[in-house]
T-cell receptor, first 110, second 116 residues
Framework: GENVEQHPSTLSVQEGDSAVIKCTYSDSASNYFPWYKQELGKRPQLIIDIRSNVGEKKDQRIAVTLNKTAKHFSLHITETQPEDSAVYFCAASIEGKLIFGQGTELSVKP | EAGVTQFPSHSVIEKGQTVTLRCDPISGHDNLYWYRRVMGKEIKFLLHFVKESKQDESGMPNNRFLAERTGGTYSTLKVQPAELEDSGVYFC??????????????FGPGTRLLVL
């Protein structure tokens, strides 16, 4: 079945720096790749997603890239702010169900 | 529009007892998913309903777990009898159903289950 690996498990950056989180997936049939942000005690919320027919997508300070050949995708956050601190999950999807990575705990220090 | 809601928010039970979790999806969302996060690990898929039908239940850990979605609206997930390893956060998510395109899954706040 599909497997998603996510790195790093923890990431600490200074406010204003960039943060990069990387994921790899195993099933080449996966066609949808969302990223969720989960703040402490709250629900996971979608921050950006990308479909298999697109290589890159940006939304203000957030960007996601997808390399289908290598089966990996990455989240880039620029100009990080303390409110970006949270756990970030990548996921890969085939026919609906999401297979999540292990999560990255991002800490942005002011 | 109201988001996905789950009840209860927390549940503490003893091993061997039964617990029933409820999820109310966003109105009009045919797809309903259950996920679980155990001990700070990854969020794992449990099962997927399309309306009242189970589309995929490959993630259900064993026959102590029973999910229903009568009438295609809200869903319940019953654990009977509960074991220590069932502790975790149970999330429900819902999405619209559009053919040939994966739609955004909106998550509920989760139910934190602790089995003692």
């Amino acid at each position: 079945g599909e497997n998603v690996e996510q790195h790093p498990s923890t990431l600490s950056v200074q406010e204003g720096d960039s943060a990069v989180i990387k994921c790899t997936y195993s099933d080449s049939a996966s066609n949808y790749f969302p990223w969720y942000k989960q703040e402490l005690g709250k629900r996971p919320q979608l921050i950006i997603d990308i479909r298999s027919n697109v290589g890159e997508k940006k939304d203000q300070r957030i960007a996601v890239t997808l390399n289908k050949t290598a089966k990996h995708f990455s989240l880039h956050i620029t100009e990080t702010q303390p409110e970006d601190s949270a756990v970030y999950f990548c996921a890969a999807s085939i026919e609906g169900k999401l297979i999540f990575g292990q999560g990255t705990e991002l800490s942005v220090k002011p | 529009e109201a988001g996905v809601t789950q009840f209860p928010s927390h549940s503490v039970i003893e091993k061997g007892q039964t617990v029933t979790l409820r999820c109310d999806p966003i109105s009009g969302h045919d797809n309903l998913y259950w996920y679980r996060r155990v001990m700070g690990k990854e969020i794992k898929f449990l099962l997927h309903f399309v309306k009242e039908s189970k589309q995929d239940e490959s993630g259900m850990p064993n026959n102590r777990f029973l999910a229903e979605r009568t009438g295609g609206t809200y869903s319940t997930l019953k654990v009977q009898p509960a074991e220590l390893e069932d502790s975790g956060v149970y999330f429900c998510a819902s999405s619209r159903r559009l053919r040939g395109r994966q739609e955004t899954q909106y998550f509920g706040p989760g139910t934190r289950l602790l089995v003692l």
